[in-house]
Every structure is written in structure tokens, then in C-alpha cells.
């Protein structure tokens, strides 16, 4: 029987997502129910459980395309798979079927695979082969990839010093504004809406570090604790990674200030503030600069590619 996520139980969905994904991809119903009918472009009617005697039995998510409703951007069309998951592939493709005729019926011309506003997975990861398999019978085509990184900061050292004449410090309420100032200049649409998204959660100071130079903004690193109320991006693979978690990114730095070295200061001193706070096992997502975040002891354990599908 079909039934809508407003019946949910989501311990049971929970428990079918740790069955279907590898212990480092686990998340709890919580999260569940925070990324899926919590976030604003969660698509309900594409969305769908399949269960039998009380049994869930497959899941299908989707989220409808964040432009315009959330941040301005490409992709009006495009709308995401965020997960699925099944015991048998009948009932996998028996979900994705209804998904793709509610979004054609709408105007949808792609699904795209994770990517989506609070999302689980930057694109579809190349280690759990069985979603791999399915999106390839699916017809979903692989192209570029990416990969989160971690490192334990028990021990970190940062490899240079801060460059001189810049204050690094956590973000106050006080510089909020000038904070949002800074994004919508340099980093406009979805880092924006994310980050000023955190703020209004968490609160400023334990949510982002910045470059200053007296008042204005020069870089940022948005940063996570095992505190936190709301993981968002790698956080959300915190039950892999042990009780004192934490998370960085997205980072950035004025246009104007690169190629001086206040990338490398910024990634330094937000790690080191994490650090003294009593992170341990900390998480980068969603990036291709593995030399850059290397040079930080950094090292990839998650590689993702983008699998999207043209729909008729």
C-alpha cells in the first residue's frame, strides 16, 4: 500500500535507510524528518512510502527545484531525487515510476540525484553499489564527481601562520549584517540562503568564523559542533563519525582578496577554533580540493558522482 509521508513512521524509515546505505551514510529519524518534509521545496506529491502489514517496505524522496522558491539560479526545472531506498528493487522502481509521471505532469524535465536544498548526499556515492546499480537501470547518466574529507583535529597543527594585518575570529551578532553584506556580494543564491539559514538556528558565534579587516568582512567558514541543533551538509554523517563531531564549510573569501594566502588562514584558524571547542573527528563535503584541504591532514572517505536523468 502507498501512503504519504504525512503517515510516516520514521523510526521504521530510519531503520530501512540503514539497510539499504553503509554504516558511514546512517542517519537517525530526527534527520530524517529534518531534511525531508521539514525543509520548504520537499515535493509531497512525488514523495511516497510503500508499506504492507505495517511494514515499511520502500521510500522515494523528492524535493522540488529551489529556484525560485528559496535562491535564484539555474536549474528552474530540475528536480532532486533526495534518497530511496527498498527491500525489493519491484518496489524501488514502483516508487520512482509514480515520482517521474507526478513530475512530468508538473513540467519537470531532470532529476538530479541529491544536491538538493538540505540535502543527504552531493550526488549519488560511488560506494553503495546497489544505488549505483539502480540509477543506471534507471537510466541516470554519471558524469564529474567530487568527495567529502575528514581528519581527527586532536592534533592539529596549522601549517602557517595566519597572514598578518587580518583579525580571525568567531562572527558575533553584532556583524551579522555585515556578514550578510559579504555573502549576498560575494557568494549570492544557495551558500547564502544556507549560511543566514544556520545563523537564525544556531546563532552566530558557534555557526561562523570570519577574516576581518575592522569592521568588514573579508572570508568566512561556516562551522559545526556535536551541539548543534541543526547538522546541515557534512554533518549530516555525524553518527559515523564519533560523540565530539564537527563539520566546516562552506568556505569563501572575497574575490579581491585571493591568491594571498587568507583561504589557507581562514581553513587554519576555523579549524583550530573547532579544536579548542573539543571537536574530534571533523568532516569537509562537497568539494574537488583535495590538495588544497591536504595540505590541513585532510584525507577523502566519500566519493560521490552527479547522476541525473532527462525526463520526457
Known amino acids: ?3 504519504s509521508f504525512r503517515e510516516a513512521d520514521w523510526e521504521a524509515l530510519a531503520r530501512l535507510w540503514a539497510e539499504h546505505y553503509p554504516p558511514k551514510y546512517r542517519v537517525d529519524a530526527k534527520l530524517l524528518k529534518q531534511n525531508t518534509v521539514e525543509c520548504p521545496v520537499f515535493d509531497w506529491g512525488a514523495s511516497a512510502i510503500e ?3 505495517d511494514e515499511t517496505l520502500g521510500f522515494v524522496m523528492v524535493k522540488r527545484p529551489s529556484n525560485p522558491t528559496l535562491w535564484p539560479g539555474p536549474n528552474e526545472d530540475a528536480y532532486h531525487l ?3 531506498a527498498y527491500r525489493e528493487p519491484e518496489v524501488g522502481v514502483d516508487l520512482m515510476s509514480q515520482a517521474k509521471r507526478a513530475i512530468t505532469d508538473r513540467g ?4 538530479i540525484f541529491g544536491m538538493d536544498s538540505q540535502h543527504f548526499f552531493p550526488g549519488c556515492p560511488e560506494d553503495c553499489q546497489k544505488t549505483c546499480s539502480f540509477l543506471m537501470v534507471e537510466g541516470f547518466e554519471k558524469t564529474g564527481g567530487h568527495f567529502d574529507l575528514e581528519r581527527n583535529l586532536k592534533k592539529y597543527e596549522m601549517p602557517q601562520e595566519p597572514i598578518p594585518g587580518v583579525q580571525f575570529r568567531e562572527v558575533t551578532e553584532a556583524d ?3 556578514l550578510r553584506t559579504f555573502m549576498q556580494r560575494e557568494f549570492p543564491g544557495r551558500w547564502t540562503y544556507d549560511l543566514m539559514g544556520k545563523v537564525k538556528v ?3 558565534a558557534n555557526t561562523v568564523f570570519g577574516a576581518f579587516d575592522g569592521g568588514r568582512v573579508l572570508g568566512f567558514a561556516m562551522i559545526q559542533d556535536w551541539r548543534h541543533k541543526m547538522p546541515v ?7 559515523s563519525m564519533g560523540d565530539r563531531w564537527g563539520a566546516l564549510g562552506a568556505i569563501g573569501v572575497a574575490a579581491e582578496e585571493r591568491g594571498r594566502g587568507l583561504g589557507h588562514s581562514v581553513l587554519g584558524c576555523a579549524l583550530k577554533n573547532l579544536k579548542d571547542r573539543g571537536v574530534e573527528q571533523c568532516i569537509i563535503d562537497w568539494t574537488t ?8 591532514g585532510f584525507e577523502i572517505t566519500r566519493r560521490y558522482h552527479v547522476a541525473s536523468l532527462k525526463l520526457d
Open 1 to 3: 500500500m502507498r501512503i
Open 202 to 204: 544556531e546563532g552566530a
Open 289 to 296: 580540493l583535495d590538495k588544497f584541504y591536504g595540505r590541513h
Open 82 to 84: 533526495s534518497a530511496i
Open 176 to 178: 551579522v549584517p555585515a
Open 108 to 111: 519537470g524535465v531532470k532529476l
Open 51 to 53: 508499506v504492507m502489514d
Open 233 to 239: 551538509n557534512g554533518a549530516v554523517w555525524h553518527l
